[in-house]
């Protein structure tokens, strides 16, 4: 790979004046920049995960549902890490277990509670003239 610096002289052939502005801003070299989408061809590997459980917390319940065999595209993967298999097990103080259909009713209130708040926002924005997220101009 080339060695590539702001600091390199321009091409002798003609001399050229610069002024004290132009010598300030440094331009990098374009091939000193990385995309994300040449990261990822670089690192796209599909995940196949196995036994998953979700593990879903609602007030101060929580249950784990198992879920089965995911397959992860690897352009979705940011971060992979290992887990403490014996912290995972251990579940903060104020926690406790409760049947899958409970969590679920409790966490589907919590969510109508959300969007009831989150309307009544929205409507509240609007009326002092701002403009809530895709409620703009649909191009087609």
Known sequence: MEQLSTNETP?????T????????AQQLPPQ??????QLLDLTDTNLVLQDTIERIFVQKLYADIPRGVFLVRGENVLLLGEIDLDEDDYIPEPFQK??????????????????????AKH????????????????LL
Request: proline content about 5%.
């Open 11 to 15: 091409p002798l052939g003609g001399s």
């Open 98 to 119: 409760a049947p899958v259909e409970q969590v679920f009713a409790l966490q589907k209130k919590e969510q109508e509670s959300r969007k009831r708040s989150d309307k």
């Open 32 to 37: 000193m920049f990385t995309t994300a989408a």
């Open 123 to 138: 409507q509240k924005l609007q009326q002092l003239g701002f403009e809530g997220e895709s409620t703009g101009e649909v």
């Open 17 to 24: 004046v610069q002024s004290p502005s132009m010598q300030q």
